[in-house]
Every structure is written in C-alpha cells, then in structure tokens.
C-alpha cells in the first residue's frame, strides 16, 4: 500500500514563499515519477509540475514556470515543491501522485497519476 503524505501548507502574504513536502512510503520510491497538482475551490484540480524518477526531468505549467520548483530526494523518499513569487491566485489545495506505471513522462492529466496524497492546504492573501 502506497502512502503520500503532503506537508508544508499554511497562510502566506502574496510575494511571500512556501515549501511543501511531500513524503512517500510503500514502494520503492525512486522507480517511479511524481507529480504535484492543485484544487482552488469550485475549480477543478489542475496540473503544477512533475518530476521523473530521478530528477534529471521536470516540467512545469505555464502559470507557475520560474516561480515554481520541483525537486526529489531519493534517500528521503520525499518530493518538494519550492514556490515562490506566490500570488492569491494560487490559493489552493495542493496534492503530490504518482505516475501510473505504463504512463509516460509528462503527462498532465489527472488520469495518469495513481495515488494521491490528503493535500496540504496553501492559502495566499494579498
């Protein structure tokens, strides 16, 4: 059984920083990519930033690139989010997955991550 749990939520003014974790156990966490998605209310949960397994390849969403940064420690098995420049726009529940096996690298789409950590809830006041 496979377990995400995501840390590093909290209140921040806008230009202000956040570091979410995202700590994984149940599998061997350095075979398989991640990725990191959010959920604003009423909207629906859209596409942050994916890592491959290790860590040589990242993509971002245009909205949040060079703002946004995504990194893995294998030792750890934890994947973060950097965010910086933080705007109200990007209040949020934020929530790290794993990338089904046989999906490829990159995918965007809710659909090619399997399992989902609780989320951590980021909230930016401008």
């Known amino acids: 059984q496979v377990q995400l749990v995501e840390s590093g939520g909290g209140l921040v003014q806008a230009g202000g920083s956040l570091r979410l974790s995202c700590a994984v156990s149940?599998?061997?966490?350095?075979?398989?990519?991640m990725g990191w998605f959010r959920q604003a209310p009423g909207k629906e949960r859209e596409f942050v930033t994916t890592?491959?397994?290790?860590?040589?390849?990242?993509d971002y969403a245009d909205s949040m690139k060079g703002r946004f940064t995504i990194s893995r420690d294998n030792a750890k098995n934890t994947v973060y989010l950097q965010m910086n420049s933080l705007k109200p726009e990007d209040t949020a529940v934020y929530y790290c997955?794993?990338?089904?096996?046989?999906?490829?690298?990159?995918?965007?789409?809710?659909?090619?991550?399997?399992?989902w950590g609780q989320g951590t809830q980021v909230t930016v006041s401008s």
């Open positions: 890592i491959n397994w290790s860590g040589s390849n990242t």
């Open positions: 997955a794993v990338l089904k096996q046989g999906r490829i690298w990159g995918s965007r789409s809710v659909d090619a991550y399997g399992y």
């Open positions: 149940g599998r061997t966490f350095g075979s398989y990519a």
